[in-house]
């Protein structure tokens, strides 16, 4: 007994007619009879009671039409499931980010993803810079986002957008009426203390920092340093200095902090493995394709 048989005992035990289900199944009514007659032979009891005028199903020619439907409509859905998977179309992304697009790029970038492929599932996962590309060679995450490339040799960088720094200060701060400010005006406030990630290290992101003081003709007074941008806003927030961050970060505590931009530049690129596989992640590329990255504000 093989999948076609089934096939053909399905349509007749619907049509209850040789004729008519022979037309349907482009089989003449003789090798229908047969293939019939096989089964029922292979199974040792009748599925179906005829006469001349008449055929119908037996009780057990009844139990296994149902039966058979069912494995039918299953074979059909995990054969679908099997094809979705392998189209990416189901399927994981992990997905490596800096806090700054938390609440900016990224919900709108995931919204996309979930409305033209709504059964990939997205893992979040916050990445500190130094992290991106052991993570991603470690096979943690499957993409990142990121303010540096890559710089590991079996790894792919595509630029995506280009954003300002801004100087973040409380909405108290004397500076929180302005929207825009030139490097030297920074100069003005050589005196405040500032907290900001260690402009000490070898990230690309301290790199900038160090050059923006150094175009402002100052080194700044560090009150507290921290490489996680959430942590500065909170204590900018609280009044206990100003900083220095990509624009992006301005959609977090709104109405505690005022950001200021300043001519200062920062990138976002997406990072993933070269000759990665996963469909998934081709989808996800192909959503970051025709993605906007324009801050919404």
Do not use: C
Not at 54 to 78: C, H, I, M, W
Not at 146 to 162: F, G, I
Not at 274 to 294: C, M, S, T
Request: net charge negative; no cysteine; glycine share 6%.
């Amino acid at each position: 007994m093989n999948f076609q048989q089934i096939q053909y005992f399905l349509t007749l035990a619907d049509e209850l007619h040789f004729w008519k289900t022979s037309e349907k199944v482009f089989i003449t009514q003789s090798a229908l009879s047969r293939h019939i007659q096989s089964m029922e032979q292979e199974l040792g009891f009748a599925l179906f009671e005829r006469d001349k005028r008449n055929v119908k199903l037996t009780p057990s020619g009844e139990f296994l039409r149902d039966q058979y439907a069912k494995l039918l409509a299953d074979y059909d859905s995990v054969t679908r499931r099997a094809s979705l998977i392998a189209s990416g179309e189901i399927g994981a992304i992990r997905i490596g980010h800096p806090a700054s697009i938390t609440f900016s790029v990224l919900p709108d970038l995931l919204l996309a993803l979930h409305q033209q492929h709504p059964h990939i599932v997205a893992h979040m996962m916050e990445v500190d810079a130094a992290d991106v590309d052991p993570f991603l060679q470690s096979h943690r995450i499957d993409i990142a986002f990121n303010r540096e490339t890559a710089k590991a040799k079996d790894l792919v960088s595509s630029h995506l957008m280009t954003e300002n720094f801004a100087l973040v200060v409380p909405a108290q701060h004397r500076f929180a009426g302005k929207r825009e400010l030139k490097l030297k005006d920074l100069y003005k406030l050589k005196d405040e203390e500032f907290v900001l990630p260690a402009l000490n290290g070898k990230s690309e992101h301290a790199s900038q920092l160090r050059a923006i003081f150094q175009e402002a003709g100052f080194d700044p007074i560090i009150h507290a340093e921290s490489d996680f941008g959430v942590t500065l806003l909170g204590l900018v927030a609280k009044g206990l200095g100003i900083s220095i961050m990509p624009i992006s970060y301005a959609h977090h505590l709104k109405h505690e902090i005022h950001f200021i931009k300043i001519p200062p530049t920062s990138g976002l690129l997406a990072l993933w493995r070269e000759g990665d596989a996963n469909p998934a992640l081709q989808i996800f590329l192909q959503v970051i394709a025709g993605f906007d990255f324009k801050l919404k504000r």
